[in-house]
Structures are given as C-alpha cells and as structure tokens.
Nanobody, 113 residues
Framework: VQLQASGGGSVQAGGSLKLSCAVS???????????LGWYRQVPGKERELVAS???????NYAESVKGRFTLSRNNSKKTAYLQMNDLKPEDTAVYYC?????WGQGTLVTVSS
C-alpha cells in the first residue's frame, strides 16, 4: 500500500485548496477497512489531526476547521479529498495523510494574509 498526497500550494486568506490522498496497491476492502486522516504540522509544534474518516464513513473534524474544511472519499478511486475553504494564515502547515499506520509525504499549504 502506498499513499500519494497532492494539492498543496499558496493562497491568500479566504481562498480555497483541495488536497488529495490516493491509496494505491490496496484492494477496496482494505481501503474501506481503515481510517484515513489528514494531519498538519508546523515547525516546532506537534502534528495535529485535521479530519478523519473511518471505514464506515464517520467523519471527524478538528474544531478549528469545522465549517471550513470538508473531507470526502471516492471509493472507486480509493482517494480521499480535503476541501479547504476560507483558509486562514493559521492553516499554514505541512499537511499529511495517514492510512492505517502509513503516512504519505507532506504537502505544503501556505496561506498569506
């Protein structure tokens, strides 16, 4: 199983970005049997959970992103998406996806004021 994260970039405050996390080399039952999460980390701070979706589709959001971020999943593509709207400078971080015990490479999100 491999994870491929993409979609980071630089935007101004109030803008939007959509991150993708593709899970490759996994059969559908494995994809649906594990929780997939998006985390973020800034230098000097611990990695924090942004949003997660369980195998049965239960979604959890950090309080700081509720109402602005939306996590979704395309089972046929074995890909999860994090739609980030109304971005704020404090959302600037390296974003990582996690699937089971695996971590994808980070993708940098920079929000300027």
């Amino acid at each position: 199983v491999q994870l491929q994260a993409s979609g980071g970039g630089s935007v101004q405050a109030g803008g939007s970005l959509k991150l993708s996390c593709a899970v490759s080399r996994a059969i559908l039952s494995v994809f649906l049997g594990n929780t997939l999460g998006w985390y973020r980390q800034v230098p000097g701070k611990e990695r924090e959970l942004v949003a997660s979706i369980t195998g049965v589709g239960a979604i959890n959001y950090a309080e700081s992103v509720k109402g602005r971020f939306t996590l979704s999943r395309n089972n046929s593509k074995k890909t999860a998406y994090l739609q980030m709207n109304d971005l704020k400078p404090e959302d600037t971080a390296v974003y990582y996806c996690q699937f089971g015990v695996l971590w994808g490479q980070g993708t940098l999100v920079t929000v300027s004021s």
